[in-house]
């Protein structure tokens, strides 16, 4: 799924003679590499597959101030522990740290928080790519800097990149390049749900319809609805896989039919979802979900499971035809009345926009446009005998466009 605005490409030949050639990629994170697998570790674990990817994380709290570095395949991990200044996410300690991985490398900074675009001073030839999954200034908590943090890098940005339509219409207009990209799926992982058995944490609700929910249970949540269904539905249990964050435990609905299973990885979510019978999508209708564009809707889908969804803006424009929307309460609590009694199965529909949304066809379409755009990952010659031209339609062959109507 993929919108690219009129008038955004460049010629090839500029492309082979102008293009700024990289050779690592930093990028800046605002969630934990070793934290729920979301579009990040996505993306950037595909980009460490042609250059070396340096992530730094927020800092965390310690008794010392010492930087931790951790690798996973390419990918190398830099997380700030400090005694103090825990907002101050870009310190000269870090940057050190980072400047020294980097060596003398052509480096490309690629942001997905506002609050570390001190990065793109650090490296000042480097091109700058600001990859918007949420908006993150509609948190709980967020940072009052975060909305001007955002203009400004999206003003300084060689290329910004959108998680979801609602993002896309928020910053086209002033990016100076940009692209829609809807978060894909890794259909073949999560279509382990078909044959695995369910995850042993929910063996003993074997005989127990299990409405399930997997992701990070923050304020965009809706509290009072997972107590609804608990209280609706009695012989169910509701699983919670994912851990709680920005929100008191406290605030956390309590019923003998509510389980809450923390963190999981992420190569045990087939086994989760093995043993779902419904997917949930319960997100609050308020400001902080009014931009969202869920990872999950794929996911859930890719492996047969129905799905029932509040009614999410972009849920409702890219997947009404294939997910059950709700738009109230009442309606929430109908329609999984019903549900609960379908087989695990991929609708005709869901297929298709599994197999246009694979995360791999989506890192080779950002490469296009970065190269259109006279950005190029690996040295000229990692682009082998294909140019753009050649490149473009590999990548377009699993690619779903979305149109400038659309957006």
């Known amino acids: 799924m993929r919108f690219e605005p009129a008038g955004m490409a460049v010629s090839n030949d ?14 800046g994170m605002h969630v934990r590499w070793q934290g729920v697998w979301q579009r990040p570790h996505h993306i950037l674990s595909r980009l460490s597959n042609r250059v070396p990817v340096v ?3 927020e800092p965390v709290a310690a008794s010392s101030n010492v930087e931790l570095i951790a690798k996973h395949g390419g990918v190398t991990i830099v997380t700030p522990r400090r005694r103090a200044d825990l907002d101050n996410l870009v310190d000269q300690d870090s940057i050190r740290t980072i400047r020294s991985i980097v060596g003398d490398r052509k480096a490309l ?30 948190f709980q908590g967020a940072d009052p800097l975060m909305e001007a943090s955002e203009k400004d890098l999206v003003d300084i940005a060689d290329f910004v990149f959108a998680g979801g339509r609602s993002l896309y219409r928020g910053i086209s207009h002033r990016a100076r390049a940009s692209a829609c990209y809807p978060s894909g799926v890794d259909a073949d992982h999560f279509a382990r749900a078909f044959s695995e058995r369910p995850h042993r944490r929910l063996a003993s609700f074997a005989d ?10 923050d304020e965009r949540i809706d509290l009072e609805l997972i107590a609804a269904i608990a209280d609706r539905f009695p012989a169910a249990v509701i699983a919670m896989v994912g851990p709680a964050t920005k929100i008191s435990l406290a605030a956390l609905p309590r019923r003998p039919n509510i389980v809450y299973l923390g963190l999981a990885d ?24 009014a931009s969202i564009s869920p990872t999950k809707t794929l996911e859930y889908l890719a492996a047969g499971k129905p799905v029932v969804s509040t009614a999410i803006d972009d849920v409702i424009a890219d997947f009404s ?10 309606e929430f609590l109908e329609t999984l009345g019903t549900q609960a009694s379908l087989a695990p199965t991929r609708l005709s529909g869901a297929n298709e926009m599994i197999n246009a949304a694979s995360w791999d066809a989506i890192v080779q379409r950002m490469l296009v446009d970065l190269a259109r755009n006279e950005i190029t990952l690996g040295s000229c010659s ?13 990548a377009e062959a699993g690619a779903r466009h979305l149109n400038a109507s659309d957006v």
């Open 382 to 394: 990692s682009f082998g005998t294909h140019s753009v031209a050649h490149m473009a339609p590999l």
């Open 321 to 330: 035809g294939v997910v059950q929307i709700a738009r109230t309460h009442a």
């Open 109 to 138: 900074v690629w942001l997905y928080t506002p609050m570390m675009i001190e990065l793109t001073s650090c490296f000042v030839d480097a091109p700058v790519v600001f990859d918007k999954m949420d908006d993150l200034s509609a």
């Open 208 to 217: 127990r319809t299990i409405y399930g929910y997997i992701g990070v249970i």
């Open 55 to 57: 992530v730094l994380e």
């Open 14 to 27: 500029s492309v082979l003679h102008g293009a700024r050639h990289t050779e690592i990629v930093v990028a």
């Open 266 to 289: 992420y190569h045990e979510l087939p086994s989760y979802l093995a043993g779902f019978d419904v997917a949930l999508m319960p997100f609050a209708l308020n400001r902080h979900t």
